[in-house]
């Protein structure tokens, strides 16, 4: 009999089931290719550049010709510069151009079609440690067509972010801390919300300590956060302080206080309406996000999933530029791979089916102007 856990299988088990999650994976991206094909349409753009816009353009800067050495004068846009993105998918990209000699954009989206593909088998290993075979496939399904999971097809770090920070909870679920830190230590190199896998890492090591005085836990929340350090020790040494990437996020991207971004964007919306999408998409986000919540605490997740969970959400509400968005949603994944796998099949497949609508709009609305993902 097959258990929920990946040792508890053979190798030739583990291929066979880990083909499910990949089965749902290229399905989705089917999904997506949809919606890019409409946008081609409606905006005239190739779909290369619709894959490769946003931020994606400073993630391929950086893998081309490395960081800037100080900021660009102004404020805005005309000082926006690659010192606000972190380093790991830029280093990813430039492994695979230099092994396959593709261009940069097309290595690019080799790297988050890989990225993707594993984000999916470690997250449904990681719910299937909890939840049995068919739950797992539905909680995996509802990540990945979960409607800001258009972005797996940029070049963007969501898949990176979900790959590593799945392994890392999968790891801590089955007490192996040095695996268990290094995931979360190379997590928090790709993108500044994956820090709160550190938040994980410190739950579970007070859980083993208090417990089983098992100190050897301590290694997992230790080893966290040495994708962070390690990258702003680079920005000390490249720009001559190691406060370089607040800066340049200030400076070229974010507006009012921290805290306000949420009722910024409820303001935004009462304001103007449908007719600015981005403050209207937030805030269709943050009563969706209620709604979630709530289903996610009935289904009773470990309170790693949920130290998680809350932390990244935590982020979207105090950062002045973020908010609650389909982007961020999915960096806590735990959520819908939670609700995914704990609502009946009926409600399951209404649920999915708008879900896989609203991705295919959000994908077209990424290919215009007007809505920022």
């Not at 010709?65 to 280093?91: C, D, E, I, R």
Request: net charge positive; charged share 10%.
């Amino acid at each position: 009999m097959v258990t929920g856990s990946p040792s508890a299988v053979s190798p030739s088990q583990r291929v066979r089931l880990s083909l499910r999650p990949i089965a749902i994976f290229l399905v989705s991206r089917l999904v997506v290719a949809l919606g890019v094909l409409i946008a081609t349409i409606v905006v005239h753009r190739p779909w290369q550049r619709i894959l490769t816009s946003w931020d994606s353009h400073w993630y391929l800067s950086i893998a081309r010709s490395g960081y800037v050495a100080k900021l660009p004068a102004g404020t805005g846009n005309a000082a926006q510069s690659n010192l606000g993105f972190f380093p790991l998918l830029p280093l990813v990209i430039r492994t695979v151009h230099e092994l396959t000699h593709l261009d940069y954009p097309t290595a690019g989206l080799l790297a988050s079609l890989v990225t993707g593909l594993c984000a999916s088998v470690v997250l449904w290993w990681l719910l299937r440690s909890r939840f049995p075979g068919s739950a797992a496939d539905r909680g995996t399904c509802l990540v990945l067509f979960w409607p800001g999971a258009f972005i797996l097809s940029y070049v963007y770090t969501e898949g990176l972010v979900i790959a590593l920070v799945a392994g890392a909870l999968l790891a801590l679920h089955h007490r192996r801390w040095v695996l268990a830190g290094v995931c979360a230590g190379i997590a928090t190199a790709a993108d500044p919300v994956a820090s709160a896998v550190i938040v994980p890492c410190v739950i579970a090591a007070v859980s083993a300590i208090r417990a089983r005085r098992e100190w050897a836990s301590i290694i997992a929340p230790l080893l966290a956060p040495a994708g962070i350090v390690a990258f702003f020790s680079y920005l000390w040494v490249h720009t001559g302080t190691p406060l370089e990437w607040f800066h340049a996020q200030r400076k070229g991207w974010q507006s009012g206080y921290y805290g306000m971004g949420v009722p910024q964007a409820v303001g935004s919306f009462v304001v103007h309406g449908v007719s600015n999408w981005n403050p209207g998409v937030k805030v269709a986000c943050a009563l969706l996000v209620i709604a979630l919540v709530v289903a996610f605490v009935k289904a009773k997740p470990p309170s790693t999933w949920t130290g998680y969970v809350y932390t990244v959400l935590v982020f979207g509400i105090v950062s002045p530029i973020i908010g609650i968005t389909p982007r961020l949603m999915l960096r806590a994944f735990p959520l819908e791979g939670t609700v995914g796998a704990w609502l009946s099949r009926p409600r399951f497949g209404v649920v999915l089916a708008l879900s896989a609508l609203g991705m295919v709009a959000l994908t077209i609305m990424a290919s215009t102007p007007h809505w920022t993902p």
